[in-house]
């Protein structure tokens, strides 16, 4: 839990804390998942562990399977950043590309599973992924002296993660590790919006999206599985549900790193972004504690780097040319 000094002051928020969820084994949320479901399928003596991926479980459940020892497949649709792809091969994993959505890509995983008796983290051992997730709600309250924030915001992609985070607050609410009401609010790009997009209609159906278009590849999935629930936690907690623009995201990337010292993907800045909107929408007080999740790590997507970097210059090694590094400085 890192306490924001800059962005905060910048956003003219009391107490922000940035959770740094990319510095785990694969740089992403995702290893707490991977690592309660892969030692799951070993117990259960399943004959082999994959997922369906939008990019970073991909990496997480290869490489908790080549410490297990289990062939390991991994299903992904097209667009997936290409350092992701190799990341998850550098285990050993089996990529399928599937030639089409997220969707697509979980329903063929599914099938895989029924068939060949697979584990498949996020589909039929899913409960045990979610198990993985919730550990960091206990990790933010743990890191607080065991004390809850005011407010929690969650990147979503099916909504698991933020489901998973309640879970873990309820259940250390139940033992009386914790007390108080904690707001959980979610944030999806504006390319692929489906539970927001329910949220602002208040309505309880979630329209699958077909048409996908957003920076934020790993939280690109059209149809979530479990946006009905995320829905559901939110308007429980008095949370609220904002979407952002791929402009809006880049900007949080930026701040993050320029502010903070901290480099994150786009799926994981979509929190940032989207807390600057409710700010902004008057849904956030400014004297609220807010936690925003930080899940993956800019390093999985170096491209969006040139979004926003100033050019770097090449000089001669002479003292010559010294001026010249602060000429651009200047006008940098
Ligand atoms: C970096 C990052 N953050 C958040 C999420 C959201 O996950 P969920 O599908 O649980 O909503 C994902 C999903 O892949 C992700 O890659």
């Known amino acids: 839990m890192i306490p924001s000094t800059r962005l905060s002051k910048k956003l003219g928020l009391r107490k922000l804390y940035l959770k740094e969820d990319f510095t785990n084994p694969t740089h992403s949320f995702k290893d707490r998942a991977a690592s309660v479901a892969v030692s799951k399928a070993l117990e259960f003596r399943l004959n082999a562990v994959g997922c369906a991926s939008t990019g970073n ?30 990341h998850a091969l550098s285990y050993g994993a089996r990529l399928i590309i599937v030639d089409g959505t997220y969707d697509e890509a979980n329903w ?110 790993s939280l690109a999935i059209g149809n979530p599985g479990d946006g009905v629930y995320a829905l559901r936690t939110i308007r429980r907690t008095k949370g609220v549900a904002v979407a952002v623009s791929d402009r809006e995201i880049l900007e949080a990337v930026k701040e993050l790193a320029q502010l903070e010292g901290l480099f994150v993907e786009p799926g994981a800045a979509v929190t940032v972004a989207g807390l600057k909107k409710m700010i902004e929408e008057g849904s956030v007080d400014r004297d609220e504690e807010v936690v925003c999740l930080l899940t993956g790590s800019g390093v999985k997507t170096p491209s969006i780097i040139q979004e926003y970097t100033i050019n770097p210059i090449t000089v001669k090694p002479s003292t010559i040319e010294l001026s010249k590094i602060l000429e651009v400085r200047k006008t940098g």
């Not at 007390?179 to 602002?200: F, M």
Request: glycine share 8%; net charge neutral.
């Open 108 to 217: 063929m995983a599914a099938r895989f599973a029924e068939e060949y008796n697979v584990g498949i983290v996020n589909v039929n051992i899913r409960p045990y992924y979610v198990e993985g997730s919730k550990t960091l709600a206990y990790e933010i309250c743990e890191q607080l002296g065991w004390r809850t924030p005011d407010h929690i915001i969650i990147p979503m992609a099916s909504g698991a993660l933020l489901n998973a985070i309640d879970k873990g607050l309820r259940e250390l609410k139940t033992i009386g590790l914790i007390e108080g009401e904690v707001r959980v609010s979610g944030v999806q790009p504006e390319g692929c919006c489906p539970i927001v997009s329910a949220y602002k209609e208040n309505t309880e159906y979630i329209k699958p999206v077909r048409e996908i278009n957003t920076i934020a590849v």
């Open 57 to 86: 479980l991909a990496a997480a459940v290869s490489a908790r399977a080549s410490r297990a020892g289990l062939p390991c497949y991994i299903f992904v649709p097209k667009g997936v950043e290409k350092e992701k792809l190799s």
